[in-house]
């Protein structure tokens, strides 16, 4: 089976990167895909998203970083540290918590970077989808060499372009380096506020660094802060509003699962952005 193994990553912040990833990972579950949700970011947020803040696993990524530094007789498995119950069908997730950051200097000196790599060998979920931190880090670097596809979160802002020629240079670096065949699936725009010439002249700019644009494109909205505060991604607890759509659309999109209603659907969503 070809494994989809995403990474939604930027090493710039406040960009939607974690809401991008959670949100489509759900609409994969959605969609009756296995999925599973790898939170890397010792921010936690992820799988506060997932599972709220007062609820914390037992086993966590941290603790299969920690399994990794040491010799053991029997080989520790990635799969031994996912908590397969949330309250979304066909999504399980793998959990993360400030302890990871505590392991970095240990993981970087004993050179341990191919590790979530060797986890998801031989893995049987349909989808994978990894939450690196917004940095140009161990811990991105790992999720980057671990992917088979990078998707690229991006908003409208001046520091945007900057943002995309650092990660077309990371990128570049980790396939030349280690992953040869990371595919570049495109960027997702995030908070667009339609028929403002700045907008319109960062995506003019973005597309000139070589990035495909994923299209439709992400609106502002309090109601995303909200899906956070419920603790369910807003593509369940609201899945008539234009950013729930947005996620919906953008994955079939994605996948290639569109059909003619669809776009016609995608257009009008687009339209009234």
Excluded: W
């Excluded at 941290?62 to 530094?69: F, I, K, M, R, V």
């Excluded at 399980?92 to 302890?99: D, M, P, T, Y």
């Excluded at 790992?142 to 596809?149: D, F, G, K, P, R």
């Amino acid at each position: 089976m070809s494994q989809k193994i995403r990474v939604i990553y930027n090493q710039k912040g406040g960009v939607g990167k974690t809401t991008i990833a959670v949100n489509l990972a759900a609409c994969a579950a959605m969609n009756g895909k296995r999925t599973l949700l790898i939170d890397s970011d010792p921010q936690g947020n992820a799988t506060s998203y997932i599972l709220g803040h007062n609820n914390q696993p037992e086993k966590t990524l941290a603790d299969y970083y920690e399994s990794c530094l040491h010799i053991n007789i029997f080989r520790q498995s990635l799969f031994d540290y996912i908590l397969h119950k949330t309250n979304i069908p066909n999504l399980h997730l793998i959990a993360c918590n400030r302890e990871l950051e505590e392991l970095r200097t240990k993981l970087e000196n004993k050179h341990k970077i191919m590790k979530l790599k060797d986890g998801l060998k031989n893995n049987t979920y349909d989808h994978v989808y990894i939450d690196p931190p917004p940095a140009n880090d161990f811990f991105s670097l790992a999720c980057l060499i671990a992917a088979t596809e990078i998707i690229i979160p991006i908003d409208c802002d001046a520091f945007s372009i900057k943002a995309a020629h650092e990660i077309k240079n990371t990128i570049e670096e980790v396939k030349q380096d280690h992953n040869p065949n990371l595919l570049i699936r495109g960027m997702i725009v995030n908070q667009f506020q339609k028929g403002t010439k700045h907008s319109a002249g960062i995506l003019h700019d973005l597309r000139k660094v070589g990035f495909d644009i994923i299209e439709p494109f992400i609106p502002t909205s309090i109601k995303v802060r909200e899906s956070h505060s419920e603790v369910k991604p807003i593509v369940l607890g609201h899945q008539d509003h234009l950013v729930s759509q947005a996620f919906i659309n953008i994955f079939r999109n994605i996948e290639g699962i569109n059909t003619n209603n669809e776009k016609k659907k995608q257009y009008e969503l687009n339209a009234n952005i």
